[in-house]
T-cell receptor
Framework: QKEVEQNSGPLSVPEGAIASLNCTYSDRGSQSFFWYRQYSGKSPELIMSIYSNGDKEDGRFTAQLNKASQYVSLLIRDSQPSDSATYLCAVSFTGGGNKLTFGTGTQLKVEL | NAGVMQNPRHLVRRRGQEARLRCSPMKGHSHVYWYRQLPEEGLKFMVYLQKENIIDESGMPKERFSAEFPKEGPSILRIQQVVRGDSAAYFC?????????????FGNGTRLTVT
């Protein structure tokens, strides 16, 4: 069974701090990794994609991938109350085409 | 450029009725994916379709659920004889190609309530 694991949280951080969200996956051959943000009652919104080891930065967001450890993370710098949402890690497993397997998500709360 | 369109946004059905959920992919996208999200749970893959073909239905329940994506018109997810456990948010996503680097773009979902 190919799985994506996330800590459900909630993860609480003060405004302006760095939020660190983590995700592990079971298939070493996975090639594509995505972070989605989902506000309560809304649809998932793609915020980051990463395909190779290392860091990828986009504005306040940095995705980090370590394929040897089967670990992908998302850092949010200068966290804002508007970042409060559930963050979903998604992985495209080997042989699955473009089908994504999602973790259960980590709820982030940014407090004033 | 319209995104993924799903309708209806909310659907209420009584036990035993049929539910039909519709999804029109983004312009230029020919791959459609259906996911189900139960309250307080993650997104669960149901089925992956291209025009007139089911590519992967490994997440579909064996009974009562079916999906199609005809040559013309939207993709349809059909649930026959609904039960209370079918109450969930059903999300459709589309991509431009079936390659692993093509991100999925989600619609706003259909919230199905079975009474």
């Amino acid at each position: 069974q190919k799985e994506v694991e996330q800590n459900s949280g909630p993860l609480s951080v003060p405004e302006g701090a760095i939020a660190s969200l983590n995700c592990t996956y079971s298939d070493r051959g996975s090639q594509s990794f995505f972070w989605y943000r989902q506000y309560s009652g809304k649809s998932p919104e793609l915020i980051m994609s990463i395909y190779s080891n290392g860091d990828k930065e986009d504005g306040r967001f940095t995705a980090q991938l370590n394929k040897a450890s089967q670990y992908v993370s998302l850092l949010i710098r200068d966290s804002q109350p508007s970042d409060s949402a559930t963050y979903l890690c998604a992985v495209s497993f080997t042989g699955g085409g473009n089908k994504l397997t999602f973790g259960t998500g980590t709820q982030l709360k940014v407090e004033l | 450029n319209a995104g993924v369109m799903q309708n209806p946004r909310h659907l209420v059905r009584r036990r035993g009725q049929e539910a039909r959920l519709r999804c029109s992919p983004m312009k230029g996208h020919s791959h459609v994916y259906w996911y189900r999200q139960l309250p307080e749970e993650g997104l669960k893959f149901m089925v992956y379709l291209q025009k007139e073909n089911i590519i992967d239905e490994s997440g579909m329940p064996k009974e009562r659920f079916s999906a199609e994506f005809p040559k013309e018109g939207p993709s349809i997810l059909r649930i026959q004889q609904v039960v209370r456990g079918d109450s969930a948010a059903y999300f459709c996503a589309s991509s431009a190609a079936g390659q692993i680097n093509s991100p999925l773009h989600f619609g706003n979902g259909t919230r199905l309530t079975v009474t």
